[in-house]
């Protein structure tokens, strides 16, 4: 008998998994989401100039750039 799989309670676990993997992959795509405004957001100074407050930087310009790309991207799938 202790070779018996109780159906419903492996159910009931795949169902909790499933759930707990959704709502982490929601928070995951909201905080992404949040990044990626505060990164993408743009002020006007006093002078007129458009300017962006928020940025991450690198020494390394093809780093830097592949970034950009990155947070484009993402920002277009988010649809922000």
Same mark, same amino acid.
């Given at each position: 008998?202790?070779?018996?799989?109780?159906?419903?309670?492996?159910?009931?676990?795949?169902?909790?998994?499933?759930?707990?993997?959704?709502?982490?992959?929601?928070?995951?795509?909201?905080?992404? /989401? &949040? +990044?990626?405004?505060?990164?993408?957001? #743009?002020?006007?100074?006093? $002078? %007129? /100039? &458009? +300017?962006?407050?928020?940025?991450?930087? #690198?020494?390394?310009?093809? $780093? %830097?750039?592949?970034?950009?790309?990155?947070?484009?991207?993402?920002?277009?799938?988010?649809?922000?």
């Amino acid at each position: 008998m202790s070779d018996m799989v109780d159906v419903d309670a492996v159910t009931g676990r795949e169902i909790m998994s499933e759930i707990y993997d959704k709502v982490e992959k929601d928070k995951i795509k909201e905080l992404t /989401k &949040e +990044f990626i405004t505060l990164l993408t957001k #743009s002020e006007t100074n006093d $002078d %007129g /100039k &458009e +300017f962006s407050p928020n940025y991450i930087s #690198s020494c390394r310009c093809m $780093d %830097g750039t592949r970034m950009n790309e990155i947070i484009k991207e993402l920002k277009g799938r988010l649809t922000i």
